[in-house]
């Protein structure tokens, strides 16, 4: 089903690909609202469930209670920081031989994994270092 052109959806859509943080839906719109004040937190939740819809950006759950949301659909791990609360790509290769066995030893159709990595980022630790110097 074609959808019709949305400059709000754009914009959106464009804050997400500068972004490597993987921000709430919240975040984005404060940080859209910047330059664009008209736009509502409403419009930002609907544009991010229909970009999601379309596989156009990522829903991640990390378990914080926010949705993060990311621009980059390819298969890539994460690490969420349990002390910061930030959330950033893991670069490492993709994991398909997990999902390929995952598939192996299932009965019903998997099409997706997500991974996520948890502990304390460098930042975290660097300053808890800091502190006790």
Same mark, same amino acid.
Request: a positive charge; proline letters at 0%; one cysteine or more.
């Given at each position: 089903m074609a959808v019709k052109y949305s400059r709000?959806?754009?914009l959106i859509y464009h804050f997400l690909t500068s972004r490597k943080d993987h921000p709430t839906a919240d975040a984005i719109y404060q940080n859209v609202r910047q330059k664009h004040p008209n736009i509502s937190l409403g419009t930002v939740y609907r544009n991010l469930t229909l970009l999601t819809e379309r596989g156009e950006?990522?829903?991640?759950? %990390?378990g914080d209670g926010m949705? $993060? =949301?990311d621009a980059d659909t390819s298969c890539h791990c $994460? =690490?969420? #920081?349990s002390k910061c609360n930030s959330l950033t790509d893991l670069q490492m290769d993709c994991m398909d031989d997990i999902l390929e066995h995952a598939r192996q030893n299932f009965d019903g159709r998997i099409d997706k994994q997500t991974t996520c990595f948890y502990? %304390? #980022?460098d930042s975290c630790l660097n300053e808890t270092t800091a502190k006790k110097d």
């Open positions: 709000q959806r754009q950006i990522q829903r991640l759950q %990390v949705d $993060h =949301f $994460h =690490f969420f #920081c502990g %304390v #980022c």
